[in-house]
């Protein structure tokens, strides 16, 4: 399985088994992650974690304070396609594995704007 990115009519194919997910609060530019599998059934958010609380980003009663961080593994649900929006108050996606991250925008080759992205897995290219 990989991972499939589509915006704008592109899509976008990347080789890989997790990734994490991060990106800053729009409103209390608050750092965030997702940690996210790729299975058969489809995107699995394994761990989350916020390095802070405020307006809409509650940690969940199941959170624990590790490294500044909360950090909690809500139940597993596949999902068959996440979308992305990009209102451009708090910057873009960045997209990391393998100890490297990336904007869409870099993984795209060109700027993503305000332009939706879908993430599902996919079959390897």
């Known amino acids: 399985m990989s991972l499939c990115l589509a915006s704008a009519g592109v899509v ?12 800053t609060h729009s409103i209390e530019k608050t750092a965030w992650q997702e940690d996210w599998l790729i299975t058969s059934a489809g995107l699995e958010l394994t761990q989350a974690r916020i390095k802070g609380t405020g307006a809409g980003m509650e940690p969940p009663p199941e959170a ?23 209102s451009g108050a708090a910057g873009e996606w960045l997209l990391c594995h393998a100890g490297r991250c990336q904007t869409l925008s870099e993984i795209f080759g060109h700027p993503i704007g305000a332009n939706v992205t879908t993430m599902s897995a996919c079959d390897n290219p």
């Open 12 to 23: 976008k194919t990347l080789s890989v088994a997790a990734f994490t997910l991060a990106w």
């Open 64 to 86: 624990r304070l590790v490294g500044g961080w909360f950090q909690w593994s809500p139940p597993p649900l596949p999902r068959p396609e996440v979308v992305l929006g990009n």
